[in-house]
Each structure stands twice: as structure tokens, then as C-alpha cells.
């Protein structure tokens, strides 16, 4: 159905429909275009990127597709599972992907199972590829969350904010953007991790470490404000707790701890590269370099 999506603070206000477009009775909706749109150009810069992590840029790209296939059924799994009480009397419609009920985490681990199973067998360094895979998934996410917002869901709770969004899709409720602040937090951390990587990385890890502080920071506090969270299947000390929040603040700490523990490793290739290709030295490639 299309909304009418208003955000009265700043006074804006227009019309949205999730379907881009129909073939026959087949409905092609914004949140596929976008989510694919998201997915290529991360591919695009992964493969741009493979030379500075010392990665074969072909063998990468088999373990993207096999990461793109598990992604999915990872991201439908984690879903399902935390709705068990509906799916678990209706395993059927766990095929059913397409009425929706998807788990970026469900997703992000499904992609790494297969993406690194495929790496390991390719005998690739299985780092270097994490650090190229994580600020992919950071393009995918940032661009990825307007498709929610063609939905009009993954917002959050209800708010006064200059920013609040309502819409037929949150009952005319002013509400928290959710969709918007975990796409502006990825971009942002895809500029950062890129240009970190480009000039100041020393060791294969450090980009995939710096990724987990990163989103795993945001996640815990976006999931708080979210209303449409998956639960636990039981309480903590009488608490309902949200299964994506636990899981943030846990990547959070884990990385923060992994870069304490790897604070002094340097690994001169990274070094070395930037010197021979004059990335941070003022100076372009050389013949010499190139020899």
C-alpha cells in the first residue's frame, strides 16, 4: 500500500509506494532494488579493494557469492527462530521468504559462514578478507535500510523529535527514524574504516575489529529505541531482552578487546604498499614503484 509520509518538524511531507513496478502480477518492490543496489556496489568495492589487502580479487569473488547465498538463508533462519511459536506450527511458510522476515545478523553470519568456508577452501588469509568483507557490509547496510524505509518499518519508538516520521505505516505516530540513524552510522563508518584502511592500517583484523566497536556500538543503542525487536524465548530476571541488542553490546566489547590485544602488531605489507603505490606521501605511483 502506499503512505503518505510526513515529517512535520521540518515540514516535509510526500508519497511512497513500496512497489517500483508490476510485470503481470508480479510485483517488483523498492526494498529488492535497493537491497541489490547496495549488494553491487559493495561487490564493486570489494573488488576494487582486493590488491591492498593482498587478496585474489577472483577468489573473492566466489566467496561473495557463496556469502550472498548463505546470507539469505542465514538472515530467514534467525528470523524464524526467534518466531518460533508461529513457525514451528507452520514450517512451511519458512520457504516463504517472500512475505518478508529477514535478520541483518542472521544475514551478516549466514554471508561470513559461507563467504569464509569458501575462503578456507580457496587456501585465501581469512583477515584480510574479513576486513574487505566488513566495510562492504557497512555500503549494504547504509543503503540497504531505505529499503525499510520504502516499507515503512524498522522504525522506532514514539518521539517528538524535530525529526520524527509518521506515516500510515506507524498509525500517524511520530516516531523514531531508526532506518535513517543506522544508515547514516554506516556510511559514516564506511568512510572512516575506508580511508583508515587506505592510510593508517597496520595489521590484516584491524578494519574487521574496528567494525565490530563500530556497528556494534550503534546497534545497541538503535535496537532500544526499536519497536519491532525479536525477543528472547525467555526472561532475564524477569525482563524481556532483545536478542539483537545482547548481541551488539557482546560485538562491541569483543572488539574493543581484540584491538587492546593487537595495540602494538604492525604487518609490513600494509606499509610497504602504501609507500610503493605513494598512497599518504604526497607523491604519485612511480616507475621504480612499479617495477
Known amino acids: 500500500m502506499p503512505y503518505h509520509v510526513q515529517f512535520p518538524g521540518f515540514g516535509w511531507e ?6 517500483a ?14 537491497i541489490a543496489c547496495g549488494l553491487l556496489l559493495a561487490v564493486l568495492y570489494a573488488w576494487k579493494s582486493s590488491p591492498r589487502y593482498k587478496v585474489d580479487g577472483s577468489k573473492l569473488i566466489n566467496c561473495i557469492f557463496a556469502g550472498i547465498i548463505t546470507g539469505i538463508i542465514g538472515a530467514r533462519l534467525y528470523f524464524c527462530f526467534f518466531k518460533w511459536d508461529y513457525y ?6 519458512i520457504l516463504y521468504i ?11 553470519i549466514g554471508a561470513l559462514l559461507g563467504g569464509l568456508t569458501v575462503a578456507k577452501i580457496q587456501k585465501m588469509e581469512i583477515m584480510p578478507v574479513l576486513d574487505i568483507a566488513m566495510v562492504g557490509f557497512l555500503i ?5 535500510r531505505w529499503g525499510n524505509f520504502m516499507n515503512q518499518e524498522a522504525y522506532g519508538a514514539p518521539t517528538d523529535l524535530p525529526w520524527r516520521m509518521l506515516s500510515e505505516g506507524t498509525d500517524n505516530i511520530g516516531v523514531h527514524p531508526c532506518f535513517f540513524y543506522e544508515s547514516m552510522w554506516c556510511l559514516l563508518g564506511f568512510v572512516l574504516l575506508h580511508f583508515y584502511g587506505k592510510y593508517k592500517q597496520k595489521y590484516s583484523g584491524q578494519i574487521f575489529f574496528m567494525y565490530l566497536v563500530w556497528y556494534g556500538f550503534e546497534r545497541t543503542v538503535v535496537e532500544g529505541l526499536r519497536t519491532d525487536s525479536l525477543y528472547l524465548p525467555f526472561q532475564i530476571f524477569g525482563a524481556d531482552i532483545r ?3 545482547v548481541l551488539s553490546a557482546v ?3 569483543t572488539g574493543i578487546v581484540f584491538l587492546i590485544i593487537y595495540r602494538k602488531k ?11 603505490k605513494g598512497i599518504g606521501t604526497g607523491k604519485g605511483r612511480s616507475k621504480k614503484a612499479d617495477a
Open 14 to 19: 510526500f508519497d511512497i509506494n513500496p512497489i
Open 21 to 34: 513496478f508490476s510485470i503481470g502480477d508480479y510485483k517488483v518492490y523498492w526494498y529488492g532494488i535497493i
Open 88 to 93: 514451528g506450527q507452520n514450517p512451511i511458510e
Open 98 to 108: 517472500n512475505n518478508g522476515g529477514l535478520a541483518i545478523y542472521g544475514g551478516i
Open 140 to 144: 549494504g547496510q547504509g543503503i540497504g
Open 243 to 245: 536478542v539483537s541488542q
Open 251 to 253: 560485538i562491541f566489547i
Open 266 to 276: 604492525e604487518d609490513s605489507f600494509y606499509a610497504d604498499y602504501r609507500r610503493k
